[in-house]
DNA sequence: CAATGTATACCGACCAGTGAATATACTCAA
DNA sequence: TTGAGTATATTCACTGGTCGGTATACATTG
């Protein structure tokens, strides 16, 4: 239907999304998305130009949320910076323990296509990463000694990533405690 | 010929793990493998039972070498544990100028094979992980208080894997500098 | 009519894996 | 020593299937 452009594009980005998050994005066809979607094929590719475009439209989609629930968690800790940021790692160990949990999206689907330089996938990735430590920055710069902000948000995203990794590799969310207390212990020593 | 199996299979391994190196395991194809090692797909098919039993075949060969390397780069640096550990990462952090680093190939080789679960290189990259942290759990219990060592070694494992993850993204091996600092302090600490 | 959106059917390229024949080297009996 | 037999090693040509992407025609709506 002409007037409901919307929902058909919407339609198609929720299949994909899905399928890109249980399957991976290189495993998953676009016949397989226009099935999901009940859509035909050439209907997706009137919506999207290529499967490069969608799939940067699916990584958009995910981008603000993603940061914003960061952002909720560390807000709704209590104590100091360091518990607020070891209540992030404590929600997602949580998270992890749900069986269809697959790790950071943006770091998987960037690993996944590591090997095109210039990928969509590869420049989202990087983006919401430098997102995530940007914020992480500014938050350590309101609470203590400037200098050491921006090392203290590597460092944390540092941890962050490696848990994203790890947990996933060996489907075992403690890791993703272990990574909660190493970074307290970073930020309040 | 038949005296001189041995080159053969050798030459389908050289062949796979370069390519396998440079594009990622799903994106390089038999065919690709094949002709790179000179032989023919179907000779390749008879040294190994199929595609995954190579895959299985080449980390095998990069098990070892690996971990050997992260001992010898522990043994050769001076000073304390922390020192030593934080050479391991000074040494990673040069590697990873050379243009042509790809970061951990057991870490980039499962995270793409994630969504298989039961898949021979997410195996191999749980075993390869489980004895690399291990390793480092036995030194820090000859070396400090035993109770904290298994925490110290994954939460260092955590921070290498996280610098693989994230410099591989960036591009900028500075970000192995950072964990190696983190992890120094907490051995330290 | 004309623009937008959807569908059927198809393309060439590539994929992992195989069938059947052939070449090579080793074994052992005459 | 030689020649037949056998196991190993390799090749060419192929299969059924999937991939991303498209040519073309049909439907709906203003």
New interface residues.
């Given amino acids: 239907m002409a007037r409901t452009d919307v929902p058909t594009r919407k339609r198609i980005l929720d299949a994909a999304g899905k399928l890109f998050h ?3 994005i ?2 998953v066809s676009v016949d397989a998305v226009a099935e999901k979607s009940g859509l035909t094929k050439r209907t997706l590719y009137y919506h999207f130009r290529s499967k490069d475009d969608l799939i940067a439209a699916y990584l958009e989609t995910r981008d603000q949320p993603n940061l914003a629930l960061f952002q909720r968690w560390f807000a709704e800790t209590e104590g100091t910076t360091a518990d607020k940021v070891q209540g992030i790692f404590r929600q997602l160990s949580a998270s992890a323990r749900h069986p269809k949990w ?2 950071c999206g943006f ?2 689907t ?3 296509l ?2 095109l330089p210039g990928h969509p996938a ?1 420049l989202a ?2 983006a919401h ?2 997102r995530v430590e940007d914020w992480l920055c500014s938050v350590f710069e309101e609470s203590r000694l400037p200098e050491d902000a921006r ?1 203290l948000a ?2 944390v ?10 947990v ?3 489907r075992d969310p403690s ?1 993703m405690d ?2 909660g ?2 970074a307290a ?2 930020i309040r ?1």
Same sequence: chains 1, 2.
């Fill in positions: 249980a399957d991976g290189r495993a697959k790790g770091l998987r960037s690993v996944e590591i090997h590869i990735g990087r990463k430098k090392l590597r460092q995203l540092l941890l962050l990533d490696g848990a994203f990794a790890v996933l590799l060996h890791y272990s990574a207390e190493a212990q970073l020593d």
